[in-house]
């Protein structure tokens, strides 16, 4: 005769349950590192994206800041003297400075293009 079943007991013996939990720990383990692995893709990506375009934004905010708390950028060559003072628009330099990051972060391709 088999011995009565307690309601809410369970059927497994205790190295099934071990079997279970290390089971199930080692799919969670690697559900998580599938999951930080392309959290942590995405944000190397943006943050690539950020180190490219960041001396051109340092370059506007400090524009921006010399100039006072009104954001009005001028233009190059906006007024007729503009060229034969010193120290005039910083439009150069962040020009210079994104045309140096654009071709450092497309040196491959473009070496590939090229040569």
Do not use: K
Not at 1 to 28: D, H, K, N, Y
Not at 33 to 40: N, W
Not at 45 to 52: A, G, H, P, T, Y
Request: charged content about 5%.
């Amino acid at each position: 005769m088999a011995p009565p079943s307690i309601p809410g007991a369970s059927s497994f013996t205790r190295s099934e349950q071990w079997l279970l939990t290390v089971a199930t720990a080692l799919v969670c383990g690697f559900l998580c590192y599938v999951v930080y692995d392309a959290i942590m893709a995405t944000a190397s990506e943006l943050l690539q994206r950020l180190l490219v375009i960041s001396p051109l934004l340092l370059v506007i905010v400090v524009h921006w800041l010399s100039t006072g708390s009104s954001l009005s950028i001028p233009m190059p060559g906006s007024e007729p003297g503009a060229i034969h003072r010193a120290g005039g628009s910083p439009w150069g330099v962040a020009f210079v400075l994104f045309l140096l990051c654009f071709l450092i972060s497309y040196q491959p391709s473009l070496h590939n293009l090229i040569f």
